[in-house]
């Protein structure tokens, strides 16, 4: 029986009580008792307070001064802007999106925003969130070329620096892997989450090759290490002679067959930043890889690079059969790749300025567009 179901049987019975006799008062009180699992003499305080004083109900706590349809509205806004990341996340976004949101905020609705906590946000939309998940195809053969000559990954490279990399390719496939489609090739810097992506078609090695060149020509910063996993459209000669025969070689290497965690950056963003927007659909329509393509060059990395906060793992220890695991606060990758002081001062200016002319609410709207344009052309489920 609920806390307020128990209220109205009180407000019921207490009067009767009070008036019965003594045999009478027995019965109730045994009946009280037994329907809402009362102790004895704290049921009988109940039955014989004031009757005015069990029928008021004051609510505990301050009042709910962030329950109004203002805030609500903005938050569900951005909720819907960055696909329904978590609370904490929402809470970092807060700063980074409010001076660009198109509607303007009166001063009590903004100071209460800033002031927002986590905890608090969940409580205002845990009536109207709602969560989905899927799981997808895996669709990584093992490349049988050079594997002798690419190490595997033993230990973590150092987490501190910007320029060591995951790759994987998420297939767009649907529900068969039969024929040609397309796959978004993934790549994540550990230290700062910097995210690039191209589309290609299928998994030939020279396309993925191709892709791979021009990521790193946009990249803010210099390959230093370069982590996949054993599929063959990365064990190959192009991506060898490419890292390992340059001037300055990439610290080339690979995770051991079968153990998806050996990457779990990259495969952490194969959710968040592609199936989530991209879905499950199947992308077998050659008029598709120009549209992902233009997506993935322009507004799509300004976003996530720009403007979606992430948590990062600082440690992890185990305690008996607990494993306890402490993130640092939610930053955009680009606020960890100044933090780094890695960049030059140059390019720490043109990104900062990059950045001050973006509007994450119309970078969002554009994404939107381009997506449901790629998801029109996709093969029904």
Request: charged content about 25%.
């Given at each position: 029986m609920s806390n307020q179901s128990k209220r109205e049987y009180l407000q019921a019975v207490?009067?009767?009580y009070q008036t019965a006799s003594a045999d009478e008062k027995t019965r109730m009180?045994?009946?009280?008792?037994?329907?809402?699992?009362?102790?004895?003499?704290?049921?009988?305080?109940?039955?014989?307070?004031?009757?005015?004083?069990?029928a008021k109900h004051?609510?505990?706590?301050?009042?709910a001064a962030y329950h109004t349809p203002e805030i609500r509205s903005v938050l569900q806004r951005l909720a819907i802007a960055s696909n329904m990341i978590c609370s904490k996340r929402l809470k970092a976004m807060l700063r980074l999106w409010l001076p660009h949101y198109p509607h303007r905020l009166d001063e009590?609705?903004?100071?209460?925003?800033?002031?927002?906590?986590?905890?608090?946000?969940?409580?205002?939309?845990?009536?109207w969130r709602h969560r989905h998940g899927k799981i997808g195809l895996a669709t990584t053969k093992p490349g049988s070329l050079l594997r002798k000559q690419i190490p595997v990954k033993t230990q973590q490279w150092d987490e501190s620096r910007p320029g060591y990399l995951e790759a994987d390719t998420v297939a767009h496939c649907g529900a068969s892997m039969a024929g040609s489609f397309v796959y978004t090739l993934n790549l994540v810097d550990i230290a700062t989450g910097w995210s690039a992506f191209s589309a290609v078609w299928g998994k030939g090695q020279t396309g993925v090759y191709s892709a791979l060149k021009l990521i790193e020509h946009a990249l803010p910063f210099a390959i230093l290490g370069f982590d996949s996993d054993n599929g063959s459209e990365f064990l190959n000669?192009?991506?060898?002679?490419?890292?390992c025969k340059r001037k300055r070689p990439v610290d080339y290497t690979r995770s051991r067959p079968y153990h998806k965690n050996d990457n779990a950056h990259i495969e952490q963003k194969n959710w968040s930043n592609i199936r989530q927007y991209l879905g499950y659909q199947r992308f077998d329509n050659p008029q598709i890889l120009p549209l992902m393509n233009d997506l993935y060059g322009n507004e799509f990395p300004l976003l996530v690079n720009f403007f979606l906060p992430s948590f990062k793992l600082i440690d992890k220890r185990r305690e008996g059969a607990q494993i306890i695991k402490s993130h640092d606060a939610p930053k955009t990758p680009f606020e960890r790749l100044s933090e780094s002081s890695l960049l030059s001062k140059r390019k720490q200016r043109e990104l900062e300025r990059l950045r001050d002319s973006l509007n994450p609410f119309e970078l969002q709207q554009?994404?939107?567009?381009?997506?449901?344009?790629?998801?029109?052309?996709?093969?029904?489920?």
């Amino acid at each position: 029986m609920s806390n307020q179901s128990k209220r109205e049987y009180l407000q019921a019975v207490q009067q009767r009580y009070q008036t019965a006799s003594a045999d009478e008062k027995t019965r109730m009180l045994d009946e009280f008792c037994r329907v809402c699992e009362y102790h004895r003499k704290y049921a009988i305080r109940l039955l014989n307070a004031p009757a005015q004083r069990a029928a008021k109900h004051r609510p505990v706590g301050r009042p709910a001064a962030y329950h109004t349809p203002e805030i609500r509205s903005v938050l569900q806004r951005l909720a819907i802007a960055s696909n329904m990341i978590c609370s904490k996340r929402l809470k970092a976004m807060l700063r980074l999106w409010l001076p660009h949101y198109p509607h303007r905020l009166d001063e009590q609705t903004t100071q209460l925003l800033e002031k927002i906590s986590p905890a608090t946000i969940d409580r205002v939309l845990c009536d109207w969130r709602h969560r989905h998940g899927k799981i997808g195809l895996a669709t990584t053969k093992p490349g049988s070329l050079l594997r002798k000559q690419i190490p595997v990954k033993t230990q973590q490279w150092d987490e501190s620096r910007p320029g060591y990399l995951e790759a994987d390719t998420v297939a767009h496939c649907g529900a068969s892997m039969a024929g040609s489609f397309v796959y978004t090739l993934n790549l994540v810097d550990i230290a700062t989450g910097w995210s690039a992506f191209s589309a290609v078609w299928g998994k030939g090695q020279t396309g993925v090759y191709s892709a791979l060149k021009l990521i790193e020509h946009a990249l803010p910063f210099a390959i230093l290490g370069f982590d996949s996993d054993n599929g063959s459209e990365f064990l190959n000669h192009h991506l060898y002679d490419y890292f390992c025969k340059r001037k300055r070689p990439v610290d080339y290497t690979r995770s051991r067959p079968y153990h998806k965690n050996d990457n779990a950056h990259i495969e952490q963003k194969n959710w968040s930043n592609i199936r989530q927007y991209l879905g499950y659909q199947r992308f077998d329509n050659p008029q598709i890889l120009p549209l992902m393509n233009d997506l993935y060059g322009n507004e799509f990395p300004l976003l996530v690079n720009f403007f979606l906060p992430s948590f990062k793992l600082i440690d992890k220890r185990r305690e008996g059969a607990q494993i306890i695991k402490s993130h640092d606060a939610p930053k955009t990758p680009f606020e960890r790749l100044s933090e780094s002081s890695l960049l030059s001062k140059r390019k720490q200016r043109e990104l900062e300025r990059l950045r001050d002319s973006l509007n994450p609410f119309e970078l969002q709207q554009q994404i939107k567009r381009k997506v449901l344009a790629i998801l029109a052309l996709a093969s029904p489920p």
